[in-house]
């Protein structure tokens, strides 16, 4: 049972346009979520966090929202560049507790 | 440096080798993890280590040992692995949870085939 869920396989954007990747989650419980960015090859990479006292984080080009009444998370990434192509996954978590659930991934591509 | 190392890059092996996989950081992290990763599907997590023992096992088969020598390091220990047990073995490491965040490191991972 996923109970971190992108429902989006893949994304494809033109470069200088806003990318945005979406993420739902069941467990009401989880009051910490990451976005991670992983490249064919290599590990994945924190990219931005947001804890649930807050709706939005932004940091750069990179902005995260949460709608906890919705259980829904999304990244914006405003302008997409070409390497902003990857895969990325939103994770989740219970604020200090070392287990993270995460998404099956989102690979968005982003087009010159 | 929030580095974290894992070798073997890329590890072949047979049904009736032992090998083990190596994973190292130097960022003061007291949790370190093992992940499990198939294509096209999120990590999953195998297990936790909080202070040098084992805080979460999510019911790994016991052909996987892991083992966490020192706060630096951390080894998974294989043998008699099966061919669904091929995949990208990812391994963590983060601050345990202490009120800030709990932001989890990444290594490059090694790549399993088991034949």
């Known amino acids: 049972d996923q109970q971190v869920k992108q429902n989006s396989p893949s994304l494809s954007v033109q470069e200088g346009r806003i990318s945005i990747l979406n993420c739902d989650y069941t467990n009401s419980m989880f009051d910490y979520f990451l976005w991670y960015k992983k490249y064919p090859a290599e590990g994945p990479t924190f990219l931005i966090s947001?804890?649930?006292?807050?709706d939005k984080n932004e940091d750069g080009r990179f902005t995260v929202f949460l709608n906890k009444s919705a259980k829904h998370l999304s990244l914006h990434i405003v302008p997409s560049q070409p390497g902003d192509s990857a895969v990325y996954f939103c994770?989740?978590?219970?604020?200090?507790?070392?287990?993270?659930?995460f998404g099956s991934g989102t690979k968005l591509n982003v087009k010159p | 440096d929030t580095e974290v190392t894992q070798t073997p890059k890329h590890l072949v092996m047979g049904m009736t080798n032992k090998k083990s996989l190596k994973c190292e950081q130097h960022m003061g992290h007291r949790a370190m993890y093992w992940y499990k990763q198939k294509a096209k599907k999120p990590p999953e997590l195998m297990f936790v280590y909080s202070y040098e023992k084992l805080s979460i096992n999510e019911s790994v088969p016991s052909r996987f040992s892991p083992e966490c020598p020192n706060s630096s390091l951390l080894n998974l220990h294989l043998h008699a692995l099966q061919p669904e047990d091929s995949a990208l073995y990812l391994c963590?490491?983060?601050?345990?949870?202490?009120?800030?965040?709990?932001?989890?490191?990444f290594g490059a991972g090694t790549r399993l085939s088991v034949l």
């Open positions: 947001i804890s649930s006292i807050k």
């Open positions: 994770a989740a978590s219970v604020y200090n507790f070392n287990k993270f659930y």
């Open positions: 963590a490491s983060s601050q345990v949870g202490i009120g800030g965040k709990n932001i989890q490191y």
